[in-house]
């Protein structure tokens, strides 16, 4: 059976269901962003809660944006300028939040796992908005609806993800999305950034060390953003790192000539993408920031709106309406 969801704090234990219909709700929104009038009054008299733990500016604008948008009030926590800095624990700070009776959080923490650590604590709807190596579910979301945008089907689409994979919160959660949907996913970066354990990931995961190959035949290449403080001499330097796994318009030729290039931001370019290739025609990086206001609305929309996310319980509670 499947339930109406509470929270997202992964993509992992949502079903293919769940994720289409959230991917269906999003594209309302998707037309919505192309009016002059961008403002709705769904959320109205509703407050969404932003507790960024972690520096962020594309992700918490664009909640920021979304619930705007949905016409309903913000409550701004940010890690640079809270009472974090002085030690509070995370739980007495979001006790501190939800005094202030929000009716949805968003988080972002340095911690995997910490939003589900407050969605069982608190008693209001949490979107993760990117925990430790964990996950970071919406920006999966709308890689995958730039993708369907695009592509037929995700069934069969090689997909080549290039970099630091066993760090990225946006990797886990693409391979968990796009795996559910029979993609085939390719994995190439520096031998110490990749995980071990590939096939407790997904079933249709391989791992190959030479980037010409990888992106050979690819319909998707996700570039992830290189973290500077992880690249440390001896063991791996700037030049070596660009020398073997930057994702230049040389390279990129291996791939379909209709494949799309997504990066979540913020691009590093020179470091894991050559300028050409971010700002060339296959590149999907603006679209994706357009699609994430839309994905983060649909969210917004049906778990602090109160609207089921969840095509089954939908077409329930339409029915029952209809009797
Ligand atoms: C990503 C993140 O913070 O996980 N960025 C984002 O949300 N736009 C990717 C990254 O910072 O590497």
Same mark, same amino acid.
């Given at each position: 059976?499947?339930?109406?969801?509470?929270?997202?704090?992964?993509?992992?234990?949502?079903?293919?269901?769940?994720?289409?219909?959230?991917?269906?709700?999003?594209?309302?929104?998707?037309?919505?962003?192309?009016?002059?009038?961008?403002?709705?009054?769904?959320?109205?008299?509703?407050?969404?809660?932003?507790?960024?733990?972690?520096?962020?500016?594309?992700?918490?604008?664009?909640?920021?944006?979304?619930?705007?948008?949905?016409?309903?009030?913000?409550?701004?926590?940010?890690?640079?300028?809270?009472?974090?800095?002085?030690?509070?624990?995370?739980?007495?700070?979001?006790?501190?939040?939800?005094?202030?009776?929000?009716?949805?959080?968003? =988080?972002?923490?340095?911690?995997? #796992? $910490?939003?589900?650590?407050?969605?069982? &604590?608190?008693?209001?709807?949490? @979107? !993760?908005?990117?925990?430790?190596?964990?996950?970071?579910?919406?920006?999966?979301?709308?890689?995958?609806?730039?993708?369907?945008?695009?592509?037929?089907?995700?069934?069969?689409?090689?997909?080549?993800?290039?970099?630091?994979?066993?760090?990225?919160?946006?990797?886990?959660?693409?391979?968990?999305?796009?795996?559910?949907?029979?993609?085939?996913?390719?994995?190439?970066?520096?031998?110490?950034?990749?995980?071990?354990?590939?096939?407790?990931?997904?079933?249709?995961?391989?791992?190959?060390?030479? =980037?010409?190959?990888?992106?050979? #035949? $690819?319909?998707?290449?996700?570039?992830? &953003?290189?973290?500077?403080?992880? @690249? !440390?001499?001896?063991?791996?330097?700037?030049?070596?790192?660009?020398?073997?796994?930057?994702?230049?318009?040389?390279?990129?030729?291996?791939?379909?000539?209709?494949?799309?290039?997504?990066?979540?931001?913020?691009?590093?370019?020179?470091?894991?993408?050559?300028?050409?290739?971010?700002?060339?025609?296959?590149?999907?990086?603006?679209?994706?920031?357009?699609?994430?206001?839309?994905?983060?609305?649909?969210?917004?929309?049906?778990?602090?709106?109160?609207?089921?996310v969840d095509s089954s319980e939908n077409s329930?509670?339409?029915?029952?309406? $209809?009797?």
């Amino acid at each position: 059976m499947l339930h109406r969801l509470e929270h997202l704090l992964g993509l992992e234990t949502l079903t293919r269901e769940q994720v289409t219909f959230i991917l269906d709700q999003s594209k309302p929104f998707q037309e919505f962003h192309r009016h002059p009038l961008k403002k709705l009054a769904t959320l109205r008299g509703k407050t969404v809660a932003l507790a960024f733990f972690e520096p962020s500016t594309r992700t918490r604008i664009s909640f920021a944006t979304a619930s705007a948008r949905l016409g309903a009030d913000i409550m701004n926590l940010q890690a640079e300028s809270s009472s974090l800095k002085k030690g509070e624990s995370l739980i007495d700070t979001v006790r501190t939040l939800e005094a202030m009776r929000p009716d949805g959080i968003v =988080i972002r923490h340095s911690s995997s #796992g $910490a939003p589900h650590f407050v969605a069982e &604590r608190l008693g209001i709807p949490v @979107i !993760n908005a990117g925990d430790g190596t964990h996950e970071h579910p919406t920006q999966a979301l709308l890689d995958a609806l730039t993708i369907r945008d695009r592509k037929e089907s995700f069934d069969g689409l090689h997909i080549t993800i290039l970099g630091d994979i066993i760090h990225s919160r946006v990797a886990r959660s693409n391979i968990h999305l796009l795996s559910k949907f029979g993609a085939r996913i390719t994995l190439c970066g520096p031998a110490m950034w990749m995980p071990r354990e590939l096939e407790s990931l997904a079933p249709n995961i391989r791992r190959v060390p030479k =980037i010409e190959e990888a992106l050979e #035949g $690819a319909d998707v290449v996700f570039v992830l &953003r290189v973290q500077t403080e992880r @690249i !440390n001499e001896p063991a791996l330097s700037a030049e070596e790192f660009i020398l073997g796994y930057q994702l230049t318009a040389e390279r990129l030729r291996r791939a379909k000539p209709d494949a799309l290039v997504l990066h979540p931001g913020p691009m590093i370019r020179g470091l894991e993408i050559d300028p050409l290739v971010a700002d060339g025609p296959q590149s999907c990086v603006l679209d994706q920031v357009t699609n994430g206001l839309a994905v983060r609305m649909a969210l917004l929309y049906h778990l602090v709106g109160g609207a089921p996310v969840d095509s089954s319980e939908n077409s329930k509670e339409q029915s029952s309406a $209809a009797n």
